[in-house]
T-cell receptor
């Protein structure tokens, strides 16, 4: 158990819809990272938050947004969903120092019909 | 931007054979981390290398960091079915977050 909790585990929705993925980091971790993993693809970094503030941005689409709340949990919002957004979305947390390991949650599998 | 390439993309081995995956960065790294993702699971941190030329071992796994700190390798001796999964390297350069390679998917045939 990594200590990182992601909900829901599975999400099935239709094109054009909007969904919210939730992540609770490990106790004591201040940084939260979001990744997208498509079939046979590596981990595409989307965005990082540290102690409530956006710290780094990766290949995140404008249709996607995220935030980290005062209690350090984070949400990833995906809107105007397209078939190509079907993927496994991972959240990871770390202490905040970039040279520290990241601890991944079990992921949310998003299926767009 | 920084890129991390991993080869091979896939590797099928007979149980008992050795396996190696290679990781190359377009920039000099301050450290490199390795993760393993079992089928249906999430990436799990294995190890971190920081020093030029560093070699670390975990049982049958040997990790190396190149002298120029731009490449790394993971070698597994005498693979077992429990080694099945995708192995990712992830490089850290400057203040940017870790950059993950696309991973090497290892299949072990019993």
């Amino acid at each position: 158990d990594s200590g990182v909790t992601q909900t829901p585990k599975h999400l099935i929705t239709a094109t054009g819809q909007r969904v919210t993925l939730r992540c609770s980091p490990r106790s004591g971790d201040l940084s939260v990272y979001w990744y997208q993993q498509s079939l046979d693809q590596g981990l595409q970094f989307l965005i990082q938050y540290y102690n409530g503030e956006e710290r780094a941005k990766g290949n995140i689409l404008e249709r996607f947004s995220a935030q980290q709340f005062p209690d350090l949990h984070s949400e990833l919002n995906l809107s105007s969903l397209e078939l190509g957004d079907s993927a496994l979305y991972f959240c990871a947390s770390s202490t905040g120092q970039e040279d520290q390991p990241q601890h991944f949650g079990d992921g949310t599998r998003l299926s767009i019909l | 931007g920084q890129q991390v390439m991993q080869i091979p993309q896939y590797q099928h081995v007979q149980e008992g054979e050795d396996f190696t995956t290679y990781c190359n960065s377009s920039t000099t790294l301050s450290n490199i981390q390795w993760y393993k993702q079992r089928p249906g699971g999430h990436p799990v941190f294995l190890i971190q290398l920081v020093k030029s030329g560093e070699v670390k071992k975990q049982k049958r796994l040997t990790f190396q960091f190149g002298e120029a700190k731009k490449n790394s390798s993971l070698h597994i001796t005498a693979t077992q079915t429990t080694d099945v999964g995708t192995y990712f390297c992830a490089g850290l350069s400057g203040n940017t977050p870790l950059v993950f390679g696309k991973g090497t998917r290892l299949s072990v045939i019993a």
